[in-house]
């Protein structure tokens, strides 16, 4: 099979983001978010400091790690803290199957 002229322009097109170290790539996210994130990918692609900035604030953001004790303060601030629940119950013992 040989290429189609669609075919050959997407492969120098692709060709041509790699020489400039650009790739593309898909990403799922919210809908109402999807203009958010094509201007942080266009700011994100330019070669100026902002954009360095830019760049290692989302890193900080998105690499912190957990806060140790992040499980136990979340049940601490439940609703049902205090609340006398008993969550006690009766031993029931299994029934007898014959086989």
Do not use: C, H, W
Not at 43 to 52: G, K, M, T, Y
Not at 74 to 90: E, K, M
Request: aromatic share 2%; no cysteine.
């Amino acid at each position: 099979m040989g290429s189609t002229p669609q075919m050959r322009a997407l492969k120098n097109y692709r060709k041509r983001l790699n020489q400039r170290g650009m790739a593309r790539f898909e990403v799922l996210g919210l809908s109402t978010d999807r203009e958010l994130i094509r201007s942080l990918a266009r700011r994100l692609a330019e070669p100026d400091p902002e954009a360095a900035k830019i760049r290692a604030s989302l890193r900080q953001a998105s690499s912190a790690p957990a806060a140790k004790g992040g499980i136990l303060a979340s049940l601490r601030r439940s609703p049902l803290v205090g609340a006398d629940l008993n969550l006690a119950r009766r031993r029931i013992d299994g029934r007898r199957v014959d086989l």
